[in-house]
């Protein structure tokens, strides 16, 4: 039974992994081979009671990072339909592209910290092609974008979807986790910006013929507003369960309850045409409920594969083979570049019982390094990534001959910068 749920599994990730090549949605995939999964381990397990037990554990942990997830996509966008996010981009001004190189890779950084990875992308990139004219500048600073996004990620538990998993399944703390990865995340940063700034030297902005315009119709009260209210409620989130000791998607959905309540006082008198994009029912029908609907089949594919005890032979493998935990984990990192890293956290995360490795472990800690970092290193490696490569048409050689390297050097880097501190402080 065991060799057959492995295949199968297998395969659904093979098909994830080479979303692209075939044309078949990830999510199709993932939701095929969790059904696949759990109908061959009810059938061949026999006890209906368990599995059933099982399976309503695992939905309930799942839930709650859905939940989590649909919460905080949502109030990004109602920020974005009120142009919230040109509070920050419209305080960048220089000519030169290699200081422009830095402020946008440190605004990226410390905005996906507090965001997340692939909307802060989204942002930057459309930032950047406001101020750049040139197609072949904008490539490396999409993909300085990425790094940045992807090492900024990684060091809070809403900056990143595989550090929120962490932290929902009380692996890492929000506190712990920002000073223990912060300087590696830095590192990860700065050794590829060193990297790309000597090809940078010298050069000009050249700016865009004609710049678009947003909707003129959005007043600055509005748009102050809704930022700081759904940057606060996004920040807000950890404390709040620090206080409460409720699940996180608990105070995401309280947040954006208020935020809810506010924008329907603030737009009440306003023509419906004008009213419709700024409310947060539209924010919810503007939402990737694909990927939504990926992270619940990835999810319950691998909580199958924890029951039937797979992944505990996996890691006891990795153990026996390979020994020492920070090269396991950071050959984990580097599957990530090849692979999606949320079915490789989900993984993880039931390969190390919790009962063994506490909450805050060495082995948390690193793998939300090296998984949240390590998909910079090719362009299909994150979800940031993929974003990027279709907002300015990324080709992947392109990516793997000139930013691969820089973004090697990053992450290992950031690796050595992690064991050494963590030797130093234990």
Not at 137 to 153: C, E, P, Q, Y
Request: net charge neutral; with cysteine.
């Amino acid at each position: 039974m065991l060799i057959v749920i492995a295949g199968i599994f297998v395969v659904a990730y093979a098909a994830i992994a080479l979303e692209h090549p075939l044309g078949i949605n990830k999510s199709a995939s993932a939701l095929v081979g969790a059904g696949l999964l759990w109908t061959l381990y009810a059938v061949m397990t026999g006890d209906h009671a368990l599995v059933s037990r099982q399976l309503n554990e695992s939905v309930s942990s799942t839930a709650q990072i859905v939940f989590f997830l649909i919460g905080a996509m949502t109030i990004v966008e109602v920020i974005d339909a009120h142009n919230g996010f040109e509070v920050i981009t419209s305080l960048i001004r220089t000519t030169r592209q290699v200081r422009l190189m830095w402020l946008v890779g440190f605004v990226t950084f410390f905005l996906s910290a507090i965001l997340d990875n692939l909307t802060t992308t989204i942002v930057m990139i459309s930032l950047v092609q406001k101020l750049l004219g040139n197609q072949k500048d904008r490539l490396l600073f999409a993909s300085m974008i990425v790094i940045a996004a992807n090492a900024g990620g990684a060091w809070t538990v809403i900056g990143d979807v595989t550090t929120t998993m962490l932290w929902i399944g009380g692996q890492i703390s929000p506190v712990n986790i920002m000073q223990s990865l912060f300087l590696a995340s830095l590192v990860n940063l700065i050794v590829p910006l060193l990297v790309v700034s000597f090809r940078l030297k010298g050069k000009e902005i050249v700016a865009p013929s004609r710049l678009e315009s947003r909707r003129p119709d959005i007043e600055v009260f509005e748009r102050n507003l809704m930022f700081y209210l759904g940057l606060g409620t996004l920040i807000a989130v950890p404390a709040f369960k620090a206080v409460t000791h409720l699940a996180p998607f608990m105070g995401i959905l309280f947040g954006l309850g208020i935020l809810w309540l506010v924008g329907e006082i603030v737009h009440r008198h306003k023509e419906e045409d004008v009213r419709r994009p700024l409310t947060l029912v539209h924010a919810l029908g503007r939402i990737d409920m694909s990927a939504v609907v990926f992270f619940v089949g990835i999810l319950l594919a691998v909580a199958c594969l924890e029951h039937a005890h797979v992944l505990q032979l996996v890691a006891n493998w990795l153990d026996t083979n390979i020994g020492r935990q920070d090269i396991i984990v950071i050959l984990l990192g580097l599957l990530s570049a090849i692979v999606d890293n949320v079915p490789l956290v989900a993984a993880t995360m039931g390969m190390y019982d919790i009962a063994q490795y506490p909450p805050d472990s060495f082995i948390w800690e690193f793998i939300a390094y090296c998984a949240g970092t390590g998909g910079s290193i090719l362009i299909i490696g994150s979800a940031a990534g993929v974003a990027a490569m279709g907002l300015e048409k990324i080709e992947f050689i392109w990516y793997a001959r000139r930013i691969a390297g820089p973004a090697l050097l990053g992450y290992l880097g950031g690796a050595i910068v992690y064991i050494v501190q963590y030797q130093i402080m234990h």
